[in-house]
């Protein structure tokens, strides 16, 4: 079933909160198709399901005709819309023993000690998920301070509503949350917080995780450079001993609001077939995603795929919407590069370089980790040394924040005839009609 | 002594590897890291509760074995500190 090739691909399956190339597939998607989910909200509903072993609950790995190790597989978001009805959200506290090392991995119960226990829910508030076996609550969060965003039909604004309003919507969390059939996760909306009722807030939703499948099995929300710290020393089976394991990753949990219609990825093949998952839909967020979590939603996606073979990438590029490009970063206008040929004749410069937009995506334990992992990813794609990179983003672009502690978007202006080298050239015309 | 910080502990520190002063005697994991936060007060959310207990997920290894709170660190020992999970 998966090997038929599917010139449109609707996925409806999910993983446990794990990625890798053990995973089964969704099915195959051709090259040059088109890819439709529907996935069940990110964050904080697996992290209260104690049968997860990551935090998110995203797509099966998706398939792609062509796609062979070494390729760079781009993905053209043409549609993110939300599905649910409300969420909640906020910052996390931890529960002691209801997990080993890792509360959004190694999940045991705290009264029986079952691993990864199956759980039922009975009532609602920050107890009402309990074991199967022995009933105690078997969750591994509650919140810190947390709010609950309901969304009008259109979902274009959130209004955080107080107690009535939130124990109104965790009467009927699963068709709130809108959770499509196979989701397995318990919803959020149960756990009804109240803090900051009427504050309204705009929309804009994006995927919070999208990518390729790492060749080694990652917790979901753990795959990335500043994530992925939490995995060093850890007993768990997912756990490394050294972060130079975390050069396996693909970056896909990057959390950039960028990540939304219109833009394109570029995402490294590790895996032969690509392995596009998605999940983690956002309704909205602020650059950082200050509380740690934000309004994670059910929603769906519609995605076209290409595969580009032989692109040496170590990370995903992004080539976000035009408006979304810091000023200086925006393609050069025919009067710009008119002005520019006057300037060099005026001062003997031979060729004016064209160059065209492109953001690296760069993570690590912080945000100066995470630029120096763009750095080193942009010199490696472009052949270029740190200072020519640095100098490139700081005349033609500039680093931007994705997620805190560590996820960036580093822009730059890149000539084309660099471009053109590595392969890119045609993907970044098309995304912004040059 | 050496401790070599992961995660967002490094915001803090500001470098990968630190060093803080040690008296010629052992001393427990949470001795450690209590005068850790001395030395870098940003940390103790990171590491400590409100009421000031160490906090679930956080991992110390000891010359590269897991430690307890309670765990006797030599001054030479090599310490390896991951904060509380932290992310969505």
């Given at each position: 079933?998966?090997?038929?090739?599917?010139?449109?691909?609707?996925?409806?399956?999910?993983?446990?909160g794990?990625?890798?190339?053990?995973?089964?597939?969704?099915?195959?998607?051709?090259?040059?198709?088109?890819?439709?989910?529907?996935?069940?909200?990110?964050c904080?509903?697996?992290?209260?399901?104690?049968?997860?072993?990551g935090?998110?609950?995203?797509?099966?790995?998706?398939?792609?005709?062509?796609?062979?190790?070494?390729?760079?597989?781009?993905?053209?978001?043409?549609?993110?819309?939300?599905?649910?009805?409300?969420?909640?959200?906020?910052?996390?506290?931890?529960?002691?023993?209801?997990?080993?090392?890792?509360?959004?991995?190694?999940h045991?119960?705290?009264?029986c000690?079952?691993?990864?226990?199956?759980?039922?829910?009975?009532?609602?508030?920050?107890?009402?998920?309990?074991?199967a076996?022995?009933g105690?609550?078997?969750?591994?969060?509650?919140?810190?301070?947390?709010?609950?965003?309901?969304?009008?039909?259109?979902?274009?604004?959130?209004?955080?509503?107080?107690?009535?309003?939130?124990?109104?919507?965790?009467e009927?969390?699963?068709?709130?949350?809108?959770?499509?059939?196979?989701?397995?996760?318990?919803?959020?909306?149960?756990?009804?917080?109240?803090?900051?009722?009427?504050?309204?807030?705009?929309?804009?939703?994006?995927?919070?995780?999208?990518?390729?499948?790492?060749?080694?099995?990652?917790?979901?929300?753990?795959?990335?450079?500043?994530?992925?710290?939490?995995?060093?020393?850890?007993?768990?089976d997912?756990?490394?001993?050294?972060?130079?394991?975390?050069?396996?990753?693909?970056?896909?949990?990057?959390?950039?609001?960028?990540?939304?219609p219109?833009?394109?990825?570029?995402?490294?093949?590790?895996?032969?077939?690509?392995?596009?998952?998605?999940?983690?839909?956002?309704?909205?967020q602020?650059?950082?995603?200050l509380?740690?979590?934000?309004?994670?939603?059910?929603?769906?996606?519609?995605?076209?795929?290409?595969?580009?073979?032989?692109?040496?990438?170590?990370?995903?590029?992004?080539?976000?919407?035009?408006?979304?490009?810091?000023?200086?970063?925006?393609?050069?206008?025919?009067?710009?590069?008119?002005?520019?040929?006057?300037?060099a004749?005026?001062?003997?410069?031979?060729?004016?370089?064209?160059?065209?937009?492109?953001?690296?995506?760069?993570s690590?334990?912080?945000?100066?980790e995470?630029?120096?992992?763009?750095?080193?990813?942009?010199?490696s794609?472009?052949?270029?040394t740190?200072g020519?990179?640095?100098?490139?983003?700081?005349f033609?672009?500039?680093?931007?924040?994705?997620?805190?502690?560590?996820?960036?978007q580093?822009s730059?202006?890149?000539?084309?005839?660099i471009l053109?080298?590595?392969?890119?050239?045609?993907?970044?015309?098309?995304?912004?009609?040059? | 002594?050496e401790?070599?910080?992961h995660?967002?502990?490094?915001?803090?520190?500001?470098?990968?590897?630190?060093?803080?002063?040690?008296?010629?005697?052992e001393?427990?994991?949470?001795?450690?890291?209590?005068?850790?936060?001395?030395?870098?007060?940003?940390a103790?959310?990171?590491?400590?509760?409100?009421?000031?207990?160490?906090?679930?997920?956080?991992?110390?290894?000891?010359?590269?074995?897991?430690a307890?709170p309670e765990?006797?660190?030599?001054?030479?020992?090599?310490?390896?500190?991951?904060?509380?999970?932290?992310?969505?």
């Amino acid at each position: 079933m998966s090997q038929q090739i599917q010139q449109e691909l609707d996925v409806d399956q999910f993983t446990l909160g794990l990625v890798g190339p053990d995973q089964e597939w969704a099915g195959t998607v051709a090259d040059g198709g088109t890819v439709r989910t529907h996935t069940p909200a990110g964050c904080w509903g697996p992290m209260i399901t104690p049968s997860f072993r990551g935090g998110h609950e995203v797509t099966r790995p998706i398939r792609v005709e062509n796609a062979e190790v070494g390729d760079a597989l781009v993905v053209r978001i043409k549609d993110v819309s939300v599905t649910s009805i409300a969420t909640s959200t906020g910052s996390m506290a931890e529960r002691d023993e209801a997990f080993g090392d890792d509360p959004f991995i190694d999940h045991r119960c705290p009264e029986c000690g079952t691993e990864w226990p199956d759980t039922v829910v009975e009532g609602t508030g920050e107890d009402a998920i309990r074991c199967a076996e022995c009933g105690a609550n078997a969750s591994s969060f509650g919140f810190e301070y947390g709010y609950t965003v309901v969304f009008d039909e259109d979902r274009t604004i959130g209004l955080t509503v107080g107690p009535e309003g939130a124990n109104q919507l965790a009467e009927n969390a699963d068709e709130n949350m809108a959770l499509p059939e196979n989701s397995r996760q318990h919803p959020i909306l149960l756990y009804k917080p109240d803090e900051i009722p009427g504050t309204l807030g705009h929309l804009a939703p994006f995927i919070g995780n999208i990518g390729t499948t790492p060749a080694v099995e990652l917790p979901d929300s753990h795959n990335a450079g500043d994530f992925g710290q939490f995995l060093i020393g850890a007993d768990h089976d997912w756990g490394i001993t050294d972060e130079s394991e975390l050069e396996a990753r693909t970056d896909g949990h990057m959390d950039s609001n960028d990540v939304r219609p219109g833009a394109t990825l570029i995402c490294p093949v590790r895996v032969d077939g690509g392995g596009l998952y998605v999940g983690d839909l956002h309704a909205n967020q602020g650059d950082g995603e200050l509380s740690l979590h934000t309004t994670d939603v059910s929603g769906t996606t519609e995605l076209e795929v290409e595969v580009i073979k032989d692109v040496e990438m170590d990370g995903p590029l992004l080539l976000p919407n035009e408006s979304d490009l810091p000023d200086i970063a925006k393609p050069y206008t025919d009067d710009e590069r008119e002005t520019a040929n006057a300037l060099a004749a005026q001062y003997g410069v031979d060729t004016v370089s064209d160059a065209m937009p492109l953001q690296i995506i760069g993570s690590g334990a912080t945000v100066n980790e995470a630029t120096d992992n763009a750095f080193d990813r942009a010199g490696s794609l472009f052949d270029m040394t740190e200072g020519e990179v640095r100098a490139r983003c700081t005349f033609t672009g500039g680093v931007e924040i994705a997620r805190l502690p560590g996820v960036v978007q580093l822009s730059m202006l890149v000539p084309t005839e660099i471009l053109e080298d590595v392969g890119l050239a045609s993907v970044v015309r098309e995304q912004y009609g040059l | 002594m050496e401790l070599t910080v992961h995660g967002p502990l490094r915001g803090v520190t500001g470098s990968k590897t630190v060093s803080i002063a040690t008296d010629d005697h052992e001393e427990s994991v949470h001795s450690v890291l209590e005068r850790f936060v001395e030395q870098y007060p940003r940390a103790n959310q990171q590491l400590f509760d409100d009421d000031g207990t160490l906090r679930a997920s956080v991992r110390v290894l000891v010359d590269g074995e897991r430690a307890d709170p309670e765990t006797e660190c030599r001054p030479t020992a090599a310490i390896t500190l991951i904060p509380a999970a932290q992310g969505g």
